[in-house]
């Protein structure tokens, strides 16, 4: 069974940080990018950032640039995998459920949510001013 897990939210006062993280299990994930993407309330699901299958390229929306810092780990066999996404000097408006997502690596769409195959829950981030 395929699945997205996603932990580390929380309430944190402005210019504080939160590390999300995302386990991902029940396949391999070697020819997945992944990303985070986050929905405020009555806001649609936006793209935060994205990174590719191995690691090796990224990509962050506009507003995270500098504060927020996408990874990933692979264990050897691929068979799970967790993606992380270090936010630091948080912003009121960074209040939203974050979420996680996977994508085949061929699509090389990232910030197109309807192009991601699976989607964690979402974790609550809440930030105070």
């Known amino acids: 069974q395929v699945q997205l897990v996603e932990s580390g939210g929380g309430l944190v006062q402005a210019g504080g940080s939160l590390r999300l993280s995302c386990a991902a299990s029940g396949r391999p994930w070697n020819n997945y990018a992944m990303a985070w993407f986050r929905q405020a309330p009555g806001k649609e699901r936006t793209f935060v950032a994205g990174i590719s299958w191995n690691g090796g390229n990224t990509d962050y929306a506009d507003s995270v640039k500098g504060r927020f810092t996408i990874s990933r780990v692979h264990p050897r066999d691929h068979a799970e995998n967790m993606l992380y996404l270090q936010m630091n000097s948080l912003k009121p408006e960074d209040t939203a459920v974050y979420y996680c997502?996977?994508?085949?690596?061929?699509?090389?769409?990232?910030?197109?949510?309807?192009?991601?195959?699976?989607w964690g829950q979402g974790t609550q981030v809440t930030v105070a001013t």
């Open positions: 997502a996977a994508q085949l690596a061929w699509y090389n769409a990232w910030t197109n949510k309807d192009r991601y195959d699976y």
